[in-house]
């Protein structure tokens, strides 16, 4: 895979350590400023990640990198904004998941026509609209450092998943939201209560989604492996139904993790040569 991992590791470890300052700074602050001043941070990071990487702004979109960014943008004003009224917050919401796919497909849009195109792009809209609903009601029963660490390793097998293919076009922005995410599950585990719930359910769900539409899309893979490397999401939905986990927050979120790692594992010991030669 072509990528300068110079380029890479900067537009990707550089954001990461500032969204960590920003967390610390806006954790100060109490709700509703702090999970909006978090979600700004979130933004932040992604776009200053993207631009880093690619050199130059987001416009015109060439890429899903460049998706991602707006995207980010979209997610943070959603956030900051918080539309009133349950109606009104699940219109904007289908309108956001929407516009997210658009923006992520854009280069290759006009050549998605057909059948199966349209089911598989209505699969993903319901699964993106549906995965950022249980993160959502699992900011009820679950901490935040479950919350985002379960995500965080479906985006770690996605990753994997792409490595070694020819697959950089979509193996860059899932390299940064994985970093992205990474840095704040890192801050949500050492320093509980730091991170905002509210200001991490969209990035968590719709936009991990939206990466995983491009991995199918661009890349013709097949999607049901997308559906499986959302299995960790299945675990924040059945949480509230499972009372003999610990209730702590750090001890619950390796307890899922370890449980939601499993499923993940296995998958990418049948689909995945480069995980397949690292156990050979």
């Known amino acids: 895979m072509a990528i300068s991992s110079a380029i890479l590791s900067m537009s990707t470890v550089i954001p990461a350590l500032a969204l960590i300052m920003m967390l610390f700074g806006c954790s100060l602050l109490s709700d509703p400023w702090r999970s909006r001043l978090q979600a700004v941070a979130w933004t ?5 990640g993207g631009v880093l990487h690619s050199s130059r702004l987001p416009l015109p979109l060439l890429m899903p990198l460049d998706g991602l960014i707006w995207s980010a943008v979209l997610l943070g004003a959603f956030v900051v904004i918080g539309p009133r009224g349950v109606g009104l917050r699940y219109l904007v919401r289908s309108l956001l998941v929407v516009a997210i796919g658009v923006l992520v497909l854009w280069p290759i849009l006009s050549t998605l026509q057909g059948q199966v195109h349209t089911r598989n792009l209505l699969a993903f809209f319901f699964l ?62 050492l320093f509980v209560g730091r991170v905002s719930a509210a200001a991490i359910v969209p990035f968590v769900s719709v936009l991990l989604v939206a990466l995983m539409a491009a991995a199918h899309f661009y890349l013709q893979i ?9 299995a960790p999401f ?19 979120a390796l307890t899922l993790g370890v449980l939601a790692a499993l499923p993940l594992l296995y998958f990418l010991s049948q689909h995945s040569p480069s995980f397949k030669s690292l156990l050979a």
């Open 44 to 48: 932040l990071a992604l776009v200053v």
């Open 128 to 189: 993106g609209l549906g995965l950022w609903s249980v993160v959502e009601r699992a900011t009820q029963s679950v901490r935040v450092p479950a919350l985002l660490l379960l995500p965080l390793l479906s985006a770690i097998a996605l990753l994997w998943f792409l490595f070694g293919r020819e697959s950089e076009v979509v193996f860059v922005p899932v390299s940064l939201f994985t970093g992205v995410l990474a840095a704040v599950s890192m801050v949500a585990l």
């Open 222 to 230: 097949n999607p049901w492996s997308m559906v499986w490397l959302c």
């Open 234 to 252: 299945l675990l924040l939905w059945l949480r509230p139904w499972l009372p003999f986990f610990p209730k702590e927050p750090r001890r619950e």
